[in-house]
């Protein structure tokens, strides 16, 4: 029962990738819907041969990237990956949230209130890294008094199961105790290229698992509330753009409206529909209404951003934050947002999140229109 859940609630989590991936399955899911009419098979396939060409535009520009840390803040949890999993994040990672039960061996049930499992797939085959759980202090001590351990809860019933007897550790925070597994790779033979990749795979797991910091947790919708209210008037601010020109405040003045990109290198979804933002750039400056980027990590990956902005052919501005926007945008909870903007700065709308699935361009011209009302 609970393989069959996992198998059906597994999502990518990282703010940074939610969007990134759903893009592909999209255009997947595309390709095998019927359509009635010629005309809108060959328009169907010409999107798709624009959504690929441009998956394979970013992840040629996002291959080489130096690992990341990425806050996982329902789980509070930082967590830098190593290199050899950013570079298949896609493929290797899934959350469930909480509030199911394991069974034991014995019959005892534990109330689960969070998970993180990390795996990735080898010719259709579910190779798991590692399980981070989370459960209650109070439902830990019941366990405790019960007289079970963890090692309890491995059984064939749970979807927890690793192939081979796994390591365990614990770190109790935030009035919950965490409950890392991992496989044993010493049980794992080197006989095949698969195996091989899955013990390196375990090998660098080490370096998340020492990568791991404890932080605050903040639900979702928590989040979401901090970003709307935090995301109000622009402050002033003195920052360069990619050029290194000097940019601040007036970007905004003489406008009827400017549409801020927040993205980050590591975003493949923020990649993909840079091209599209270009073409809204060039409709939409003529009217009075401007598009501009701020880049999170423009400081620390400037030649990367000048590389991307080079590749997607974007014109249109783009910012490395100082101080004063870094502070602006610490309660973000994902890449890319959009923000919408008057000439002084302030918030007009919603904040969008994520990157539209598909025809970015229009549904950016009806926030702008809606804006404009």
């Not at 809860?153 to 081979?164: A, I």
Request: hydrophobic share 30%; with cysteine.
């Amino acid at each position: 029962m609970m393989k069959r859940i996992i198998t059906i609630l597994l999502i990518a989590c990282l703010s940074i990738s939610i969007i990134g991936c759903g893009k592909e399955k999209d255009n997947k899911k595309k390709q095998d819907d019927k359509v009635e009419q010629q005309d809108n098979s060959v328009d169907e396939k010409e999107q798709q041969d624009n959504s690929q060409e441009e998956e394979s535009l970013s992840e040629e520009l996002l291959k080489d990237v130096n690992p990341k840390t990425f806050r996982m803040q329902e789980f509070g949890l930082l967590i830098t990956y190593p290199k050899l999993w950013h570079e298949n994040f896609d493929d290797i990672m899934g959350c469930v949230n909480g509030n199911f039960q394991l069974k034991t061996e014995s019959g005892y049930n534990m109330e689960v209130s969070g998970s993180i499992l990390w795996d990735y797939s080898i010719n259709q085959n579910s190779n798991k890294l590692a399980n981070v759980l989370m459960v209650s202090i109070d439902e830990w001590n019941k366990m405790i008094e019960n007289g079970k351990s963890m090692k309890d809860f491995l059984t064939e019933e749970n979807w927890l199961l690793f192939e081979h007897e796994p390591n365990i550790t614990t770190h109790e925070e935030n009035d919950y105790m965490y409950i890392i597994v991992t496989p044993d790779k010493s049980k794992i033979t080197e006989k095949t290229d698969e195996e091989k990749l899955y013990k390196n795979m375990l090998v660098t797991s080490e370096e998340l698992l020492k990568s791991i910091e404890f932080i605050e947790i903040v639900t979702q919708e928590e989040r979401d509330k901090r970003a709307s209210e935090s995301f109000t008037v622009i402050p002033q601010f003195k920052a360069k753009d990619t050029n290194g020109n000097d940019v601040d405040n007036s970007v905004f003045e003489g406008k009827k409206l400017t549409m801020i990109n927040v993205w980050a290198t590591t975003c493949g979804a923020c990649v993909n529909e840079m091209p599209e933002l270009q073409e809204l750039y060039k409709d939409m400056k003529e009217k009075d209404i401007n598009v501009i980027g701020i880049v999170t990590d423009g400081s620390e990956e400037l030649e990367l951003t000048k590389t991307i902005i080079e590749k997607t052919g974007v014109e249109y501005t783009n910012i490395v934050p100082d101080d004063s926007l870094n502070e602006y945008l610490k309660n973000l909870t994902a890449t890319p947002t959009t923000i919408f903007v008057n000439e002084k700065g302030e918030k007009v709308g919603d904040i969008h999140i994520g990157a539209p699935r598909e025809n970015a361009k229009e549904v950016y011209e009806e926030e702008i229109s809606n804006r404009l009302k």
